[in-house]
């Protein structure tokens, strides 16, 4: 399965504080984001071709 960048919106996710991204499984991203703990970060093109 893909990482996905998220952004960590009001909890501790992976020891990251509101604010900061870090990559997590798409599954996991899916699961936090129904809790409003993070949200998707938009992939620069750079990352796209990668």
């Known amino acids: 399965m ?4 998220v952004e960590v919106t009001n909890a501790v996710v992976g020891g990251k504080t509101h604010g ?8 996991e991203a899916v699961k936090l984001e129904k809790n409003r703990y993070v949200k998707r970060v938009a992939a620069k093109k750079s990352e796209d071709k990668a």
């Open 2 to 5: 893909a990482k996905v960048k």
């Open 20 to 27: 900061k991204t870090l990559m997590v499984e798409e599954e």
